[in-house]
Structure formats: structure tokens, C-alpha cells
């Protein structure tokens, strides 16, 4: 994602900072030293709720424009994949697949409220009717969590024959913990890496999928919003998606080589 940004960004000419938070108190202290910094537009994605650090910049006059989700309804920009709709488009995948009876849906603590939106349109598209769920808790979207989530499901929840795990990392550690488990019979996860791109077109045994969205067109929107900002300009439209596509073995070989990361 860096690569993205820091290419769009010198193509545009800009002068610009590129601050990493590993929480929301880390967040909220870049925020107020971009302030003192001048900064003439912020471009955020948010880690918890910042929204202290948000008003001084607003206070400041310092517009923002934010990837993924609000802190505050004070932004220039919202670019965003539709959470919800990515979680409900998710479930209508799982209603159309045969013989599953419980799904164990990841839930996760990093990004909780991108996590919380993806369940929330998950059980909205579900069909409640023949499909039970359990929610396994988590803490970041990485492969080693994956692992973790897969060892409670099989020690745990012995019923569970699909999982929604709502990332591609997520989803990849799971499948190398699955082993010999035989139990599982379709993994959806989310984002489009090549290398869970790859494992969907090898699949013998489980059927995998993924909701695809490109972080590349993410990064590339928000900070057109932000130099048309800087140039005077009001964005055409406050809140901008970024589409989705469900993506299995049917269809992946179309995304296969031009998978962004």
C-alpha cells in the first residue's frame, strides 16, 4: 500500500508525510503533530476513533479525507469499500453452496469496525433458516490468527463445515492449519492477494472465494480527492465505493495476474 502512495503521490508533485499507528493513542498524536505541522489536507485510515485529534483538525480548517470509514461526519472525502455490502455479498455465496450447516464467522479486533460492518451485512444476506453460525474472536488479519481461529474451531466446534473469515490472510492461515481435517467444506475470505488467488485456483478439497476489492484504486482515489482539495476543487461526490467482486475458481484465472498484492 505504501508503494501505492508514495508513487501517486510524486506524480501529483505533492510534499507529503507518511505516518504508520499502531493505535488509535498513536493515531491521535500523528494527527495533532501533522496539525502543528501545517499539513494542508490529511488523508486518514482510521485505527479506533480518533476523534479528538479529528476536531483540532478541523478546528484547524485542515480538511480530511478518509479511507475505509468516518471517524467524524466533518470529512472533505470519503473513499470506502462498502463494508456491509461485502459482508452480505459474502453470505449470499455461502446461501448458494451445498450441504453446509454452521458457518464459524471470524470476527476481529483490529479494524474492529470494518470487522463489525462485514458481520452486520453477513447476517443481513444470510439464510438463517438452514444455516447456523459461532463467532470466533481474533485480534489482527494475519496468517498465525488464522491458525489460532482454526485450532478453536476444530477443538471447539466440531460442527462448523465453513468458515467466513472476512480477509485473505486470515483465510491462508486457516487452510495451513487445516491439514487432514476434513470437516470444512468452503472459506471466503476477503481482499484478493495473489497468493490466496493462487490457493483458490489449486483447490482440490474445499471451495474457496474471495470478495475482491483493489487497495491500489483505494489509495489511488483518495488521494485525487486530496489534490483536487488542495487545488481549490470540491469533490463531485462526499462518499466514493470502491466495487467488489466474488471471485472462486470459476472466475479466478480474469484476476490471477492482475492481483496487486
Known amino acids: 500500500v505504501r508503494g501505492y502512495a508514495v508513487t501517486n503521490l510524486e506524480s501529483y508533485g505533492l510534499t507529503y508525510s507518511i505516518r504508520y499507528s499502531a493505535s488509535e493513542k498513536e493515531q491521535g498524536s500523528n494527527i495533532i503533530d501533522m496539525v502543528n505541522r501545517n499539513a494542508n489536507v490529511l488523508i486518514v485510515s482510521p485505527e479506533g476513533l480518533p476523534e479528538d485529534s479529528l476536531k483540532v483538525a478541523h478546528n484547524a480548517g485542515i480538511p480530511v479525507v478518509f479511507l475505509e470509514y468516518p471517524v467524524t461526519d466533518t470529512y472533505a472525502a470519503l473513499v470506502q469499500i462498502d463494508n456491509e455490502t461485502v459482508g452480505k455479498t459474502a453470505a449470499e455465496y455461502f446461501n448458494n ?10 470476527s476481529v479486533k483490529q479494524d474492529s469496525i470494518i470487522s463489525k460492518a462485514r458481520l452486520k451485512g453477513f447476517m443481513a444476506g444470510l439464510n438463517e ?13 494475519i496468517n498465525d490468527d488464522g491458525r489460532n481461529a482454526f485450532t478453536t474451531i476444530r477443538d471447539k466446534h466440531k460442527d462448523v463445515d465453513a468458515i467466513y473469515a472476512q480477509n485473505d490472510e486470515v483465510a491462508s492461515g486457516i487452510l495451513k492449519a487445516i491439514g487432514e481435517y476434513a470437516n470444512i467444506k468452503v472459506i471466503v475470505g476477503c ?15 474445499i471451495t474457496l472465494a474471495t470478495t475482491l476489492y483493489s487497495p491500489k484504486t483505494l489509495i489511488e482515489t483518495a488521494i485525487k480527492e486530496a489534490n483536487d482539495i488542495l487545488n481549490g476543487s470540491i469533490p463531485d461526490k462526499k462518499v466514493i465505493d470502491i466495487e467488489t467482486a466474488i471471485v472462486d475458481k470459476e472466475n479466478v484465472a480474469t484476476y490471477l495476474d492482475n492481483a496487486e498484492y
Open 191 to 205: 481482499g484478493g492477494s495473489y497468493s490466496y488467488l493462487e490457493r483458490i485456483n489449486n483447490s482440490l478439497n
Open 97 to 106: 453452496q451445498q450441504g453446509i450447516s454452521k458457518i464459524a464467522l471470524i
Open 129 to 141: 433458516e438452514s444455516i447456523d453460525t459461532v463467532t470466533i474472536t481474533i485480534n489482527n488479519y
